[in-house]
C-alpha cells in the first residue's frame, strides 16, 4: 500500500538507524502480519507464530541495555515501531506496547539490579509482560483498588481481581498493583512481580470486543497468590508512583498506536477514492472528496508531531507529562474522527468486512479509552495548567 509519509517532513527527524529501524518494522508488518490481520479479527485470536517473531525482530527490548539483551533505544524508537504495527494492525502494536512502554518500562526505573539481571534476559527472550491495576470497580479512579497484599513471613499473599489485562492470555510476566496497608489508602498501593506459574494465579475469562479484537484482554484472579518478597517492585507504598509515572510514558505509545491506526485507514481510503468511480470519474476528482482528505492528513500531521514530541521530549530528560497526555488526547480524537471519514469514504463498502475500513474504525476507539480516558487526559492537562 502507498505510503503517504514517506517523504513527510516530520520524519526529516530521524537519524539513519532510526529510519532504517522504522523500515525494518514496517517490512515485517507488511509481509507477515497484514496477510492474517482480517482472519486474525475475526477469529479474536493472534496468531502465537508471530509473538516469538516480535522477539526475534528484537521489538520487546527497545530500552532495554544490550548487556541483557536489549536495543538500548529510546521511547522514540518504540513510538516508531508502534506507529508501524498499527498501521497495518492495532492488536499487534498493542502487544508491543505493553510489553515496552508499562512492563520493561517500569522495570527499568523501579526494578533493583538483581530483578534487572533475572528478568530482563527473558523479558527480550520470550517472556511476554503485562500490566494489571484496573479492576471491576476501579478504572479512572484506579487507586481505589481492593486487591490486597498480605505478608506471611518471607512472602506475600495476593488476593483479588484484576479486570482488563492486555495480553493476559499469552503474558508470563504481571506487574500486579495491590494494597499493602489499606489503612494507608493510596499510599498503600505496592507492585509486585507475579509470574504465571504462581499458586493462587490464574486467568479468568477472555473479554469479547468491539476492536482490537485479536488482542487478549482477561481477567486475573488473585486467590492467596504467593509472591515471593524478592518479587515487590520498587519501594512498598510507593505503587501509585510507579503505576502513574508508567503511564505517563505509556500514553506517548498509546499516541503512537492511534498515529498508525489513521494513517492505516487514511492510506487505504487515499487508494480506494482513485479508484471508485461515480458521476462518470473517480471520486478522487471531487473536490469536496479531495478536501475531506486534505483535513485528514493534516490532523494526522499534527498529531504525529505531538506523539513524536512528547517522546522527544522525555528522551530528552525534560518534563512530558503535558505533552503526553496532550498527544494521547488528540491522537486518540483524530483517530476516531479519521478511521470514521475513511469509513464513509468507502461508502456501503466501508460498511463491509471486505474492505478494511471497519476494522480502523472498530480499533480505533480504544485510544479514548484505555491507559486514562480522554476525560482523565483532560483532567491532567488542566492541573498541569492550574498548577
Ligand atoms: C481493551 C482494553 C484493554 C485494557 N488494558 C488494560 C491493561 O492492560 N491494564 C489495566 O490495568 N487496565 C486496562 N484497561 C482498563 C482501562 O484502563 C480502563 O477501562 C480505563 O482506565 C477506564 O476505566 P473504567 O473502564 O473503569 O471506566 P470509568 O472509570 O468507570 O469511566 C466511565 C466514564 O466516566 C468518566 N469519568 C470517570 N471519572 C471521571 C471524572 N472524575 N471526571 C470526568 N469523567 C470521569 C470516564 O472518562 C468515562 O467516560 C483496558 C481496558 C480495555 C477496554
Known sequence: MQDLHAHAPALSTLSEEESMFRDAVRDFAEGEIRPHVQAMDEAAQFRPDLIPRFFELGLMGIEIPEQFGGAGGTIFMAVLAIEELARVDASAAIYVDVHNTLVNNALLRWADAG?????????????????????????SDAFALETRADRKGD????????????NGAEAGLFIVFANADPAQGYKGITGFLVERGFPGFSIGKKENKLGIRASSTTELILEQCVVPDGNVLGPVGKGYKIAIETLNEGR??????????????????????????????????????????AQMATDLEAARLMVYNAARLKDAGLPFQQQAAMAKLFSSQVADRTTSNCL??????????????????????IGTIYEGTSNMQLQTIAKGLLR
Do not use: N
Open 115 to 139: 530483578q534487572q539481571a533475572r528478568l530482563f534476559p527473558r523479558l527480550t527472550a520470550d517472556l511476554l509482560g503485562a500490566f494489571a491495576l484496573s479492576e471491576p470497580g476501579s478504572g
Open 155 to 166: 512472602h506475600w499473599e495476593l488476593t483479588g481481581r484484576k479486570f482488563w489485562i492486555t
Open 252 to 293: 506517548i505509545g498509546i499516541g503512537a498506536q492511534m498515529i498508525g491506526v489513521a494513517r492505516g485507514a487514511l492510506e487505504a481510503a487515499t487508494a480506494y477514492v482513485k479508484e471508485r468511480k461515480q458521476f462518470g470519474k473517480a471520486i478522487a476528482e471531487f473536490q469536496g472528496v479531495q478536501f475531506q482528505l
Open 344 to 365: 464513509e469514504l468507502f461508502g456501503g463498502y466501508g460498511y463491509s468486512k471486505e474492505y478494511p475500513a471497519e476494522k480502523y474504525y472498530r480499533d480505533a476507539k
